[in-house]
């Protein structure tokens, strides 16, 4: 038996995924998971990625003493945060999360130097806070860019401590807003005017590729570049074609079709769509709405004793009292003020200007809110890229939620498939497949996932 290590990182947790075909089929096994790795130290959101390294090194050991040695291993993030290292490649810490405050103010003090039209012209990407390219103009004004000598998104990181190479890879750099979108490397112009230096970056690597040897265990095995970004991994996965939309729904929903070139028209710059990379140089032009996150934030609550609830609650039961309740009202998900609240569930009142609204009340509005948002999405998709929308492939931990599938294909009108749920973990997987096997196509990759996994139509 052959088996290949995903190793997947959201923003919330982590696991190790074995994958292996049997009897014509990938077949997944999960062997580690872990969590706690966001922080909270002197105001500022960080990453643990001491913790980090230490639990990847963790699974992969783990995978050894079960006697499943992977032939070959990738990793998968979430995008836009990085780690940089200095000279003598130490760690220049802290890691910063995008969910931190401190880019709240640098967008503007940007765009008096490059204007949004002008960057999404040359990216395409989307504008928001946390890009990296924000990020990095505030380790500039730090100084701690001066200290850097190499740049790296985290899954290029975690993969350097595994094998010791330092490597960018093109989908997770492509959510940095410096990636310029027809050249696919890195925008040297942009960087000059901000100031940013260019000597801190690798040449782009393409996903299917070899990163090195692993180092530090006592057996064999290859790291290659998956589609790195989760995102561009899920969709990697997702059997959809030209006339389909795809929701990758985790901690973040992402609502989008596959496009062979990049839609850089001044109606996409205006529908505020970004254009990530993907797989085989394909495009992923979608939005980005909170998802999962506000659900996870409020049971968070609950269960640690809020709304007078005395037992703690399941995903299930929240599902049922929205389901159960006929109230709601709607919510902009992407408001800021739900990205890092003290309390989502007070956010949302405020928000709603309603303190007294039941908590059944306040989930429904998410639900409501979350298929109302895709129902838009997916309007503007067919406006913006001059396409019919025909098919939703809802894939990922969010598509096991039966209330919000049903709500996504009310409010849409168009036929909606759920599934795969473990749709990252897969495309990491085939994508080490293609890695291997040079007569695996992407479109046989995904016929192999349809034949493998259970995709349910919402009726």
């Known amino acids: ?27 997944l096994e999960e062997v580690h998971r872990f969590d706690d790795y966001l922080r909270e130290e002197n105001g500022s959101f960080i990453w643990d990625i001491e913790k980090m390294v230490s639990e990847v090194k963790a699974g992969i050991a783990k995978c050894e003493r079960l006697g499943k040695i992977p032939a070959t291993i990738a990793i998968d993030t979430w995008g836009v945060d990085y780690v940089l290292l200095d000279e003598n490649k130490q760690e220049l810490l802290p890691a910063y999360s995008y969910r931190d ?86 925008d040297e112009e942009i960087l000059d005017t901000l100031g940013i ?26 790291v290659i570049l998956a589609p790195s970004h989760d995102t561009a991994s899920a969709v990697a996965a997702c059997p959809t074609d030209e006339n389909g939309v795809y929701i ?32 085989n140089h394909r495009f992923r032009f979608l939005k980005n709405y909170m998802g999962m996150w506000l659900f996870q934030n409020i049971r968070k609550e609950i269960n640690s004793g809020a709304e007078g609830f005395s037992e703690k609650i399941s995903y299930d039961d929240m599902m049922n009292l929205a389901k159960n309740s006929g109230a709601y009202e709607y919510i902009d998900t992407n408001d800021i003020s739900f990205l890092a609240p003290s309390s989502m569930i007070n956010a949302i009142r405020a928000y709603l200007k309603n303190d007294s609204m039941p908590i059944d009340a306040v989930i429904n509005s998410v639900y409501h809110s979350l298929a109302k948002a895709y129902a838009n999405v997916v309007s503007e998709i067919e406006s913006v890229c001059k396409k019919t929308v025909d098919t939703i492939n809802i894939v990922g931990g969010g598509c096991k939620d039966k209330y919000l599938n049903q709500l996504t294909a009310e409010y849409t009108g168009k036929r909606v498939l759920a599934g795969p749920v473990e749709a990252t973990a897969t495309g990491n997987i085939i994508s080490q497949m293609m890695f291997t096997d040079k007569d695996l196509t992407l479109e046989k990759a995904r016929e192999l996932v349809k034949i493998s996994f259970d995709i349910e139509e919402i009726k």
């Open 197 to 222: 230096r260019k000597d801190i970056f690798s040449e782009v690597s393409l996903p299917c590729t070899e990163v090195g040897k692993l180092q530090g265990f006592d057996f064999e095995s290859t």
């Open 1 to 27: 038996m052959t088996y290949l290590l995903a190793i997947d990182l959201g923003a919330s947790s982590g696991r190790h995924i074995l994958g292996y075909i049997e009897n014509g089929r990938i077949r």
């Open 248 to 279: 990758s729904s985790g901690t973040w929903s992402l609502i989008g079709t596959e496009n062979l070139s990049p839609v850089l028209s001044e109606a996409a710059l205006k529908a505020n769509f970004t254009n990530e990379g993907g797989i």
């Open 101 to 186: 405050n401190r880019n709240n103010l640098i967008q503007d003090e940007v765009a008096a130097i490059i204007s949004q039209e002008e960057l999404y012209a040359k990216t395409g990407i989307q504008k928001a806070n946390y890009n990296t390219i924000y990020q990095l103009y505030c380790d500039k004004k730090s100084g701690k860019l001066d200290k850097a000598k190499y740049f790296m998104n985290m899954p290029d990181y975690l993969a350097f401590k595994l094998t010791g190479v330092i490597k960018n890879e093109y989908t997770e750099a492509s959510t940095t807003n410096l990636i310029n979108a027809q050249t696919k490397s890195w």
